[in-house]
């Protein structure tokens, strides 16, 4: 394993910066956070401005649509766009980074060719149908029901904390397709049209203010037979190729963003006296340490699907569950350094302060991805 970049990595790089630098400054305002529909029509339009310069879906397959580069060049491009200050994905998060992948990886050739090009244009934007209430982060314990109906599936059920579902065309929904089975098997992976009838929607306001989330109430819902991904019954296996992506890759962006923010940290501390404390100064120094071993492990992770065929492994729960953590201590240092301030949630990094306590939840739970580790890295027994 190489983690060095090679002579053509690096021209990827330059080429990317020169294009980065020519494009950012024409963008307009960011709408703020609750705009749904313009944040939908900004996250959307700088998704084009990829595809037009040939950045979108860059490791994606080729005959996915994808530009079929390296996992290292998507790598470098999520590390490049993030310090240029480039748009993150936004609105367009669950279909480049969920459901895209997954149905490149699981679709038949006629569902590649439906969903995937709207995906990387930015036309059509997903939201993600996995959590149920009261199943926490056990997504087996799910009871929406789907019953086969001649070409249809009948699904009714509810969902919660769904992303992006005030905007979202199409939802990646689980449903149960066979309550007799095990919990894990009888499961099925689903691409459901938001508009279709019997889709109810309703925002949930989270703690840091925000509604990226919304619970969905399905009645009697028809899917088409036509679209499942992968069999039916076999819906969690295609579930566990979402969360791998999901946790290896999708929060790589999210690393350089906290290395930038922890520079900034430092830097208001030098200026508000913060800096003479030198137990300050050790928290911001090992917090650098983290973070630079994160990407590290990214680097790792990345380098160890290239290997296995582009969908990452499990080391992506070690990824994802340091990062959690590392994350939130990052944003008790920046309550650390703001001192009252803290209280002001028109102050930089209050309200990320609020949103980084999700992370213990977000992506399947911390207490799930140590059992991954455990089980399935260091070889544990299940229930100890």
Same mark, same amino acid.
Do not use: C, F, H, M
């Given at each position: 394993m190489d983690l060095a970049y090679t002579e053509a990595e690096e021209e990827f790089r330059a080429r990317l910066r020169e294009w980065l630098a020519a494009v950012l400054p024409s963008l307009p305002a960011k709408p703020s956070p609750d705009d749904w529909p313009g944040r939908r029509a900004y996250d959307t339009a700088w998704q084009r401005m990829l595809y037009d310069a040939g950045y979108a879906g860059l490791h994606w397959p080729v005959d996915a649509g994808g530009q079929g580069a390296t996992p290292t060049q998507h790598l470098i491009f999520l590390e490049e766009t993030e310090k240029a200050g480039a748009p993150y994905v936004g609105a367009n998060f669950v279909g480049l980074l969920h459901a895209g992948p997954t149905i490149a990886a699981e679709g038949t050739a006629e569902q590649r060719a439906r969903w995937l090009p709207p995906v990387l244009r930015g036309d059509e934007i997903w939201c993600q149908g996995f959590s149920e209430p009261d199943a926490g982060s056990d997504l087996a314990s799910l009871r929406t029901r789907a019953v086969r109906d001649g070409d249809h599936y009948v699904v009714s059920g509810q969902k919660i904390w769904t992303s992006h579902a005030e905007v979202a065309d199409w939802c990646e929904l689980l449903v149960r397709t066979d309550p007799t089975a095990p919990r894990h098997r009888g499961i099925s992976w689903l691409a459901m049209r938001m508009d279709a009838p019997g889709v109810t929607v309703r925002p949930l306001r989270t703690l840091a203010g925000s509604t990226e989330f919304a619970e969905m109430f399905l009645d009697e819902v028809r899917v088409p037979v036509s679209h499942r991904i992968g069999a039916e019954n076999d819906g969690w296996r295609v579930t566990m190729v979402t969360l791998s992506f999901e946790r290896g890759t999708a929060f790589v962006g999210e690393v350089v963003a906290c290395r930038r923010t922890l520079a900034a940290l430092a830097a208001e501390a030098q200026a508000n006296g913060g800096w003479d404390d030198p137990v300050l100064r050790r928290r911001l120094g090992r917090l650098n340490a983290e973070f630079r071993a994160l990407w590290r492990l990214t680097q790792w992770n990345v380098s160890e699907a290239q290997s296995s065929g582009g969908v990452p492994g499990t080391g992506g729960s070690v990824f994802k569950l340091r990062y959690s953590h590392a994350r939130q201590e990052? #944003?008790? *240092?920046? *309550? =650390? &350094?703001?001192? *009252? !301030?803290? %209280? !002001?949630? !028109? /102050? =930089?990094? %209050?309200? !990320?302060?609020?949103?980084?306590?999700? #992370? +213990?939840?977000?992506?399947? +739970?911390? $207490?799930? $991805? /140590?059992?991954? &580790? *455990? =089980? /399935?890295?260091?070889?544990?027994?299940?229930? /100890?």
């Open positions: 990052l #944003y008790e *240092a920046a *309550a =650390e &350094v703001l001192g *009252a !301030d803290a %209280a !002001d949630l !028109d /102050r =930089e990094w %209050a309200l !990320d302060r609020l949103s980084s306590l999700s #992370y +213990t939840i977000a992506a399947g +739970t911390s $207490q799930i $991805q /140590r059992n991954i &580790v *455990a =089980e /399935r890295i260091l070889g544990l027994p299940k229930g /100890r």
